[in-house]
């Protein structure tokens, strides 16, 4: 019987081997080999292509991040400093102008939590929030369904752009132009392709325990947060190859989630210019933007704000990260005081 190859994996590496059959000495009297390899296996390592999409999933959990020098955080510190700290510089930045605050929900206004659907606002935040609002005018945008997104803050003054920025409406009264409500739906055209595709990962992921697929009207959002990471893998390949069959969709992730899209120039950022043109800020020197949310999606808005040369960004992230937010948050409760601050500086500065 004539002995062949086999590519096998090391489940200790991980990395794949092939496996040479060695042939016997007699056949081969020449040959110089391993001692009592004849006959038998010696292993090759052979180079695996690592699933380009996999390691993105895992750099995305802040879980899996290297630890960081300390002098590679005093450096990002340093040109990302914090918002707290650089409160006052902040604030005088805003004389003579009005300040439109722009909020992103989880893990800005709500802790990042394991159910996406128990992501609840704290009370006394929403308090701040209200009071934020009485100052000056405020939105939430977020990447998720811009009803399920009002029902956690429950804020009828507020302006809401659900689904990346896809999904925008405002109260009927305030600061709007002509007190008209603002409605924009970019995407309107790919609800029924959204329905289809949600229906098709449901039933695809059923097999992967912890998946959550979570429909957010105009994009579907894939939590693995409670998937085993021995699972994203298989998990990914099961969401990219329904989305090769939708090429007017696009991936992308998120914090430990994977977001479908449709392939329109719109994102967060587009949500911001539509925002504050309805303001009526679109090319006003008197308006200062102040954007804070701690995803990937979030850095659309901070990139336009750097090119508008307008207002600030703000980053809510306990790492370093590559950003084009001007300043930093730790967290949910940093936001908080900071706001509660904005307010106590508003509330004072009206009273003189």
Known sequence: MTNQNVVVSDPKSGVAVIKVAVPEPELFPHAVLPAGAAGSFISIPRPCRINALFESMRDSSPTRRSSESDDANKSWILSHPSAISMFDDIVNSSKGKKIAMFLDYDGTLSPIVED?????????????????????????????????????????????????GMDIKGPTKGNLKGNQAVLCQPAREFLPMIEEVYK????????VPGAKVENNKFCLSVHYRCVEEKRWDELGEMVKSVIKEYPELRLSQGRKVLEIRPTIKWDKGKALEFLLEALGFANSNDVLPVYIGDDRTDEDAFKV????????????????????????????????????????????????
């Open 200 to 207: 098709v990962l449901l039933e695809k992921t059923k097999s």
């Open 116 to 164: 996406p659907d128990k992501a609840f606002m704290a009370p006394e935040m929403r308090d701040v929030v209200r009071n934020v609002s009485k100052y000056f005018p405020t939105a939430i945008v977020s990447g998720r369904c811009r009803a399920k997104v009002y029902n956690f803050v429950k804020l009828s003054q507020l302006y809401y752009a659900g689904s990346h």
């Open 305 to 352: 704000l750097r090119e508008r040369g307008q207002g600030f960004g703000i980053l809510v992230s306990k790492a370093p990260k590559e950003t084009d937010a001007s300043y930093s948050l730790k967290d949910p409760s940093e936001v908080m005081y900071f706001l509660k601050r904005l307010v106590e500086w508003k509330a004072r500065s009206s009273c003189k």
